[in-house]
Structures are given as C-alpha cells and as structure tokens.
C-alpha cells in the first residue's frame, strides 16, 4: 500500500490506546509503519525494472521485522535520552520504556506487509528462506475509502483527546470499520468472476481491484502470454492488445543471464505477455499494469529481439 496508508493506521493504533504504553509511542507506530519501505533507496542505484525484483522482498521478510524495530527502538531511546541531557525533553512526555518502543515498533512494521499483502502487486512475506511471492487481490495500492475510515477515526480521536472526553473508542471504531471493509473486499475478490467461463481450461485468475471503486474489479485470467481480461459490463474476454500486435513467446534463458533489465521483469512478472514494437523488436508487459503510454516501469523494452507473430488456435 501507500505510505499514506501506513502512516495513518499507525496513528490509529497510537489512538487505539497503545500510546499510553509508553512514551514516543506514537513515532515507534507511525515510522515502524513505514520502516520496510527503506528497500525504496534502490532507486538511487537500480535502473529500469530492477527495482521489481528488489522491492518488496528482503526489508518485508522476518528477520526484517525483527531487526528494524530493534533500530528504530535503540534510535528513539537515544533520542529521548539526548533531549534529557540537552534540557529539551517536553515535560508531558510519559516515561520512555525501551521494551515497549521495541514492541510497538514490531507491531508498525508487522502491519506493513500485511497491508502490502492486500493488493495485486506481490509481496515476498518469506525472503530470504523463500523468494515466493504472495498475492492477496484484495485492495487497489491507494484506496481513497480506507484513507476516507482512517482519517475520520484519528481526527474524531484527537479531537475528543483535546476535550479531555474518551478519545480510544473513536479509533477503535475505525480500526474495527476498516478491518470490515477489508474483509468485504477480501469477499467480492474470491468470488468474484468464476461465475465465468475463462478462455482456457486451468487458467490462472487475477481479481484485479480499480481505483476509486471498492467492489468492482478486473478480471484477469490466462497464462503466461495469453492473458485476457473482463469487465463487470462485459460478457467475452477480451485480449490486453490486438492479436496483430501480439507476440510469440521467445525464449529467454540465454537473455536472462545477461540483461539484468529482463531478469528482473520476470522475476516479478506475474502475468506477463510478449508484444511489439513499432520497430518489429518485443515489448513485455505484465497484464496487472499494462499502460503502453508508460512505458519503462512495469515494462522491459527487448530491441535485440524480433517479434514473431502469434500462432493463434
């Protein structure tokens, strides 16, 4: 999910009542929430698609989710004992307890990837003892609905904690809405298009969430490089590119070896498909996120290699 989105369910646990645990409990749950995202700084020396077969995987895994607490934990101590000394640490501030930054900072970082967890992307829960990726297919990356539940909880928390009135019940309640919606959704994608008839028998099945609409979703279903998809006003699966354009499927197991572009696509590709290029060469994509006017992010441009049109059956 978005860092929005993790920012503020760590708030939410900070307003459930977890912040009276300790104090600088609420930056151990806010930051914690976000920690595993630190694998982001690939971008400074990845290029290309390599950075899909990097996100999302070691920073997302146990022995992550044990040790970066342990940091941030050691890191808000230090500070907290810094500002002792310096005479700046803020008078209302309760008494800071190591072990309860540690475990509030577990608690951030462990809400991570399950959020993560909830879309179609992929996330790498067991790296590094396993590099399989799991899907939940459950929610878009950025949903406006759980940030809409999220927000309006911590706003009507702090507001009643200012008042002096019960401020815990507000974000327990949308703790307890947001888990709700995420439950519904979980719902709808299970069951979701198999009233259907996919276009080849043992196909795979993608249950793809859209934007701004909670309880709609794409259907994807195919195989590697024969991927359809289907549209809640639909009534016959459609191919994700005109079959003129559409590709064979090259072999790459020399390719792989030395294009670190191509390797890491495929790596993370979880519906990918081969297309061309207005020069005659391939493009890939994944059916997940397929925007050909964005090329190069979830795209790997392969100019040595030349399209072969599909046979079709």
Known sequence: ????????????????????????????????????????????????????????????????????????????????????????????????????????????????????????????????????????????????????????????????????????????VGIAVGLAYIGMNGLVSATHGYHSTSRQPGAAEISSPLPFLPFAREEISGSRNEWYYLHDSAEAWVPFVKPEDRCEWPDFTEARRTNTQLDAFLFWSRAPFATSAPDGSVILYDARFYDPRARGRFSVALPDVRCEELTLP
């Open 1 to 172: 999910m978005d860092n929005l989105t993790h920012s503020i369910v760590g708030a939410v646990l900070g307003q459930a009542g977890l912040k009276r645990t300790t104090g600088l409990a609420s930056p151990a749950l806010i930051i914690g929430a976000n920690l595993p995202d630190v694998d982001a700084a690939c971008f400074f020396w990845l290029e290309g698609t390599e950075h899909l077969a990097f996100r999302r995987g070691i920073t997302h895994g146990p022995p992550a989710l044990v040790l970066l607490p342990l940091i941030l934990a050691g890191l808000l101590w230090g500070f907290d004992r810094w500002q002792t000394k310096r005479g700046i640490r803020p008078e209302g501030r309760l008494p800071v307890r190591f072990g309860w930054l540690y475990g509030l900072a577990f608690i951030g970082c462990l809400a991570h990837p399950a959020l993560d967890w909830l879309n179609v992307y992929g996330i790498r829960l067991l790296e590094p003892f396993s590099s399989q990726w799991f899907y939940g297919d459950t929610l878009f990356i950025i949903d406006v609905w759980l940030w809409a539940v999220l927000i309006a909880s911590v706003w009507w928390s702090r507001r009643r904690e200012k008042a002096g009135a019960d401020w815990v019940r507000p974000a327990r």
